[in-house]
């Protein structure tokens, strides 16, 4: 049956196999309707072309998209749009049989036809978010941020790929993107421009972002990293950063956002990116893990603080609590009673607690805090399951802990 869209309105309802395509007509799923479902036909298509296949309790209540009417329960809707009110209502029709198969698109949907052109219904994420401007002014540092929020994110994308890349993320459930257009992509590669102009034609909406920043910005931190602008072809890195500027001036015009870069640190730049595109619920986070390990495995190699509590009594010399770990009551019991575990843990506790809302202010994502002893099975366990405990205070914080050298016990 040749249809366009099929969201089925009234859960629940199971789908048993995707759509195929056949002869320019689109095979639905099979559907158990539990409750009622809402089927929509393509403007071109007329109501004899849908056709059903009913169990013993489903029934086919047919209206029009303008009819405003609440479907009976038990029942399914068929809603037939009114072609009349469609500018291009009889082009459609005509057009539909010269297309065909061409009229089923990438994802087994009817495709609806424009201006002699085929295009999709419209490709919506929570947040869609493309990154462009100047080289220097901080994309690939806007592309980390947009990560740590939880967007999926790709760097320098051609953009002749843009719309593929956009189908690819929509299929596999993607809410949230970030993409990173670079501008000296040319020829087989694609424009920046061509790319925009096909995601408008496609309906498919989009935040433009715009890094900018002055002349003077830019000279000093291609200076400080000593890296080669990418139209420097001469030497003359004002001339490169001239050229861009003129390369990117449509783009420019087009943005949404533009903004200097000039005055700001990564950190101020961070802050900016989740005060503007995170959702209300994506406070940034410090991913926060805690590792007790045993110094004679060697050190983790990620650790951001790293603690030696060798100076404490070692459990594994009570004959009692060798076979134990810093999880057992008894390993707990025995380091409470040490003389100097109550004075360390209250100076690590205001260590820490002057630390962590300093790193959240900065911006920092990850944070690996190391506990060590001899063979990270008494002491190290103990005193980093304080700390954890400690870090809960913080709402901030996505805690996790690791015993690393248990598996050598």
Request: hydrophobic share 40%; proline share 5%; charged share 25%.
């Amino acid at each position: 049956m040749p249809m366009g869209d099929c969201p089925f309105a009234g859960l629940p309802a199971q789908e048993y196999r995707a759509p195929v395509a056949d002869g320019g007509k689109v095979e639905e799923a099979e559907i158990d309707v539990l409750d009622n479902a809402t089927v929509r036909l393509d403007p071109s298509d007329d109501a004899h072309d849908l056709r059903f296949k009913f169990g013993k309790t489903a029934r086919l209540v047919a209206r029009r998209a303008d009819a405003r009417c609440v479907a009976p329960q038990g029942r399914i809707v068929g809603e037939q749009f009114d072609r009349q009110g469609l500018p291009s209502g009889p082009k459609l029709v005509d057009q539909r049989a010269d297309h065909g198969n061409k009229g089923v698109d990438f994802f087994g949907r009817k495709q609806l036809h424009a201006n002699g052109r085929l295009w999709s219904a419209t490709m919506t994420f929570r947040r869609f978010v493309i990154v462009t401007g100047l080289s220097g002014a901080g994309k690939s540092q806007a592309m980390k941020s947009f990560e740590d929020l939880g967007f999926h994110c790709l760097d320098n994308l051609p953009p002749r790929l843009l719309l593929s890349l956009v189908r690819l993320c929509e299929e596999a459930g993607v809410e949230r993107l970030a993409l990173a257009l670079d501008v000296r992509t040319h020829g087989p590669f694609g424009e920046i421009d061509d790319a925009l102009d096909e995601l408008g034609a496609h309906h498919i909406p989009y935040d433009l972002l715009y890094l900018d920043a002055t002349d003077e910005a830019l000279v000093r931190r291609y200076s400080e990293t000593r890296r080669r602008h990418p139209f420097e072809a001469g030497g003359v890195l004002g001339e490169a950063i001239a050229t861009e500027r003129t390369a990117l001036a449509e783009v420019r015009a087009r943005a949404g956002r533009i903004w200097d870069t000039s005055g700001m640190t990564h950190a101020m730049l961070k802050a900016r990116i989740a005060a503007t595109f995170a959702d209300d619920d994506d406070v940034p986070r410090l991913v926060t893990h805690v590792v007790a390990f045993g110094f004679k495995f060697g050190i983790p190699l990620d650790a951001d603080l790293m603690f030696d509590v060798r100076f404490l009594p070692n459990p594994n010399y009570v004959p009692a609590l060798r076979e134990l770990t810093g999880n057992d009551a008894a390993v707990v019991k025995y380091m409470e009673s040490l003389p100097a575990t109550a004075p360390f843990l209250e100076r690590l506790y205001a260590f820490v607690d002057f630390l962590i809302p300093h790193y959240l202010e900065e911006g920092k994502s990850r944070l690996t805090i190391a506990i060590g002893c001899t063979g990270g099975r008494h002491r190290s366990i103990y005193i980093a399951r304080r700390l954890v405990e400690r870090l809960r205070r913080f709402e901030r914080l996505a805690l996790g802990f690791e015993s690393r050298d248990l598996v050598h016990a």
